[in-house]
């Protein structure tokens, strides 16, 4: 973290708007592709963002400088989601959450690229078939370059069962991209 | 070396994994290798899960929609109060300086009241200061020369940090204390119209935050940046702000 960065976390700790304007300014698009990843749903995932700053917000008094601060905001829009996920799962018990396809049939003229298409939404439907824990840590070691250590600090788990996480994930995208990848 | 599993080639994928030979060993054997590419291959069907593009404006806007949602209710000062009411529950808030800092806070509370009333409005004191304290003194030198002792005080506190190795949980029980006491000095500084006073004790409060809180757990670059600052910046101030407050005729 920049002396910079420091500055502006310190002003926004000390109740500074603008200070926390330019992070949010700053982690928007990031924390947007990791709550779309985590809950498959865009609408979802502008609604997990905009909960997850107002939970910085509150408690960016917390925040320890010497952690990192992508972390902790990771850490923040995980739990977020998670929570949004674990809502969501009682109103739709059961209910496999559909991949969201509307970007992707966006534009879509060939029969490439509809079997493009195909593939991703199949890819998103195998990883929303994960367990919430399984696809956090998997999107996390996979997209965000978190380490184990990290992502099990983020997910308040042993690294153990992180590493676990990780190893279960990967077999089920395996099984369930099997016919995919053979195609 | 023992059987090698996909659990272990998952761990040379992202490499998690601790075995510095596990890569030759791959690279060796054309089965393990097949593994690998074939693992390798499945992962990378990862990255097919491109999020929607947001355009460039999407911090902005979510800025907008959060806006009016971050209102006091949600800001960080409830949560420092909150704090400060658990950091008195701790061990570590001594009791003698709780003691003191009950004395601030009825002196605080005195000058905050004396501010904001007419002369002859002004009940009788039922604080817990002594007669001779207030005795002679109007509430303009009875908090200069409050602040005064605080800042004789703090300039010690400030003078054993700067120039000491390492710092002890007795360093940041002070701290917490001064921390308390500079934020009542500050409010009652407020209360009577002493913007260069109050101004100067806001700006001690993030270092006394980081001296009570942080400076015992920071790494020794970070310490030894902070002590730097303390003995460059910070010392120098306190002093003059001090000298200013003992001589009457200087306004604050």
């Known amino acids: ?183 | 070396m023992k059987n090698i599993t996909d659990d272990d080639l998952t761990l040379l994928y992202y490499g998690d994994h601790e075995n510095p030979e596990l890569a030759t060993e791959v690279a060796r054997s054309p089965e393990l290798t097949r593994r690998f590419d074939a693992l390798s291959a499945d992962l990378q069907r990862i990255d097919e899960l491109v999020p929607p593009a947001r355009h460039d404006d999407y911090g902005s806007e979510v800025w907008r929609q959060i806006e009016s949602r971050l209102t006091p209710e949600y800001s960080t000062v409830p949560s420092r109060w909150r704090s400060w009411l658990s950091t008195l529950m701790q061990p570590r808030f001594s009791l003698a300086g709780a003691i003191s800092l009950v004395l601030v806070a009825s002196l605080a509370f005195m000058l905050g009241r004396q501010a904001g009333q007419p002369e002859e409005d002004t009940p009788p004191l039922s604080v817990q200061l002594t007669a001779a304290d207030a005795a002679g003194m109007g509430p303009d030198r009875l908090l200069t020369s409050s602040v005064s002792g605080h800042l004789d005080q703090l300039n010690l506190a400030l003078t054993q940090f700067a120039n000491r190795p390492g710092t002890s949980s007795g360093q940041a029980e002070r701290a917490t204390d001064m921390l308390v006491a500079n934020r009542l000095y500050r409010k009652a500084a407020a209360d009577q119209g002493k913007k260069q006073l109050a101004q100067f004790l806001a700006e001690l409060e993030p270092l006394l935050i980081e001296l009570a809180y942080e400076a015992h757990k920071v790494s020794p670059e970070t310490l030894s940046r902070m002590q730097s600052e303390v003995r460059n910046t910070l010392l120098f101030r306190v002093r003059v702000m001090n000298q200013q407050l003992k001589q009457p005729n200087i306004s604050t």
């Open chain 1, 1 to 183: 973290m920049t002396r910079a960065e420091q500055q502006i976390i310190r002003k926004a700790a000390a109740g500074d708007r603008a200070a926390f304007r330019e992070l949010v300014l700053e982690h928007s698009h990031a924390m947007f592709r990791l709550a779309w990843r985590i809950s498959g749903d865009q609408n979802a995932a502008e609604d997990i963002v905009q909960e997850a700053f107002i939970k910085a917000w509150r408690k960016i008094g917390d925040f320890r400088m010497q952690s990192g601060f992508r972390s902790w905001l990771h850490r923040i829009t995980v739990n977020t989601a998670m929570d949004y996920l674990r809502k969501q799962a009682r109103v739709k018990q059961h209910e496999t959450p559909q991949p969201e396809l509307e970007h992707l049939a966006a534009g879509s003229t060939s029969p490439k690229h509809d079997i493009q298409i195909d593939v991703q939404a199949q890819t998103r439907a195998a990883m929303m078939n994960l367990s919430d824990t399984e696809r956090v840590a998997l999107m996390l070691r996979h997209f965000e370059g978190h380490s184990i250590k990290e992502i099990a600090q983020i997910l308040n788990m042993s690294s153990s069962a992180c590493k676990q996480a990780v190893f279960r994930a990967v077999k089920k995208m395996r099984v369930e991209l099997a016919p995919l990848v053979t195609t």
